[in-house]
């Protein structure tokens, strides 16, 4: 055991060679410069242009989704499609207490309270068995509606989330919303290239949303996407993100509070000459993901998180699960890569432990509380395993 952390280096080394490393870079190896150059001299930089169009078509033929709505950000995609599901103040929305603040703060943008419920393992994602036990022991069905019995509160929707890029258990989540009688919004904002079968993550639930930040599989810099087969929701989606404003030549007339959410043209660029690369990037992702699983196989009390049968990952962010006899040494672990130059990290603090959520609803949360001690994302660039390559730097198209 005292051996763990030098281990754990090595091995990270056989893959990585010597440091420094960070945790996940972006890769622009394709037509990013033609792309920005071109907005600027048609000086179509802002909310509308023909790359926003583009961007938003060529995410419907990649992910499989009938409608795609390009916004700027994927916690405000996360916030609208909450709206759309028909999230409402005071009202409760389940999430899982293993997720970024993100999750949990577009709940609260609705005027809605996060209630907590556990993960499971090896998904990383919400628990549908942990899940039915717990609504069945904390709610009643009053008018048509699904009641906290401790709370009074409706709980209108759920937010299943992809964890690094693992597909979590969507099909049986599904199931209990249907029981139950509420919406299932997915938070696929780390999965992009993520599969159940042959579906698409993100296209389950009534709305989908994806995330373009700079650390997730493509950026369009800041960005996020809202996904969904309902063409009514998605005409929704678009007017309330461009500040809900009637089509006419110059008058200025708005149906109600709208928002400013519509991508800009120059990131929607970006995210054209990004998602050219997406299939290199995803394979390239794969074959890291093999590299570490050779290269930990003989270090004790270690996994490498992997997609389930019948489930693609994207393995956006490598990951591995220590045991609960190596969970103690956590820390050791985290200082001994970092001090070695591989930037790696530990998961999120458990959403019901930050400030601002520590009084919501909650589950038991044995397996999430577990998890958060035993979670360590590893280096996970997608250009990592050609860095070595003598063809480096090479066009990733
Ligand atoms: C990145 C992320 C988001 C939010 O995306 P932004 O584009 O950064 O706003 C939401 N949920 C999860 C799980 C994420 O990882």
Redesign the pocket.
Known sequence: MIQLSKRFVEALQSVLGDGPVGLHEPLFAGNEKAYLQECIDTSYVSSVGPFVDRFESELCSFTGAPFAVAVV???EA?HVALLLAGVRPGDEVLVPAL??V??ANAVYYCGASPHFVDVDEPSLGMDPVALRRWLSSCTRVEGGQLINVYTGSRIRAMIP?HTFGLPCDVEGIEQVANDFGISVVE?A??ALGSYVGSTHVGNFGALGIL?F?GN?VITTG?G?AILTSNEQLARRARHLTTTARLQHAWRFVHDEVGFNYRMPNLNAALGCAQLEQVEFFLASKRTLFGLYEDAFRDVPHCVIAREGPGRTSNYWLQTVVLDDAASEQLDEILNACNESGYKVRPAWTLLPDLAPYNRNPKAPLPVASSLTRRIINLPSSADLPIRKSPHWPLDAR
């Open positions: 950000n994927g916690t996360l997720s970024f993100a999750t989330m938070d904002a780390e995330s930040n997730k800041g996020g």
